[in-house]
């Protein structure tokens, strides 16, 4: 969630986000600066009592919970929302995860990691289960109710990926939303966004936390092919895969900004 100024002039980059944007932007257009706002609220809000000052800027917030239900969604000036649940989610595709990877194992031809990971088949044993929690994330918000993101850890043993513990996790999210709303509206709002949102990798990638899940994912998969079990934390990880990630999903967002 950032506060974007634009002018042409010298970039400093000293992060993530400035990185993906120097890529985005093949360093055509520099952006002046990138200011933290906060939630996803401060964000709104200061977009809304922005003061017109001639200055080029463009207010960026998440998807987040609202891009699976599509509701709640503000249409304001200069405001831009993401299509995906996070910007870590466009920086997660099969180029950074195979180069991640590939540089962490440092034991294996790249060839053989790609062949040896099953990119698809790995991934949609994810897709089958987190894209019908998220889907429960996005039913509880759109009934007015409270949920818990937690991380994907919490469905891992060791390193692997027990589906029950995310079951679990549905059956209380819907337990939840019955004490809101009828089991009519529970059945008619989950019909309607699986019709959406299918457990494929597509929909994984975008209405799944990258930050919360989706990286970590990849970390707990990058130690398999690890001698050590020491690995980057989340920001550290997040720096290498914008390196090498594809930006063809973020063209909407490169294009907003070319036209301020």
Known sequence: MRLLEKKFGIPQYFG???????RLLENKIVINDITPLGSRKNVIDRCENE???????????????????????????NLFVLDAYCIENFVFDYESIINFIY??????????????????NWLSSYANKLVDLFIHFGIIDFFGGKYTLYNAHKFHLKDTFIEELVN??????????LKITSKENYDLKYEELKK??????????????GKDYL?????????????????????????MLVQ?????????????????
């Not at 540089?103 to 698809?120: R, V």
């Not at 679990?168 to 939303?177: A, F, G, P, Q, V």
Request: proline share 4%; aromatic share 6%; hydrophobic share 40%.
């Open 16 to 22: 993530m986000h400035d990185f993906l944007f120097s």
């Open 103 to 120: 540089l962490h194992c440092a034991t294996k031809p790249k060839e053989e990691l790609e062949k040896d990971l099953q990119f698809e």
């Open 51 to 77: 003061p017109e000052n001639g200055r080029k800027k463009i207010f960026i917030i998440d998807g987040d919970i609202t891009i699976i239900h599509g509701t709640n969604i503000p249409a304001l000036k």
């Open 168 to 177: 679990e996790d549905i059956k209380n999210i819907k337990i939840e939303i």
């Open 215 to 239: 990286i970590p994912i990849l970390l707990l998969k990058t130690q398999y092919y690890k001698k050590s079990r020491a690995l980057p934390t989340i920001d550290e990880a997040k720096f």
């Open 196 to 209: 959406c949102w299918t457990n494929c990798i597509n929909s994984l990638m975008t209405i799944v936390s």
């Open 244 to 260: 090498n990630c594809r930006l063809e999903r973020l063209d909407k967002l490169k294009h907003t900004i070319e036209a301020l």
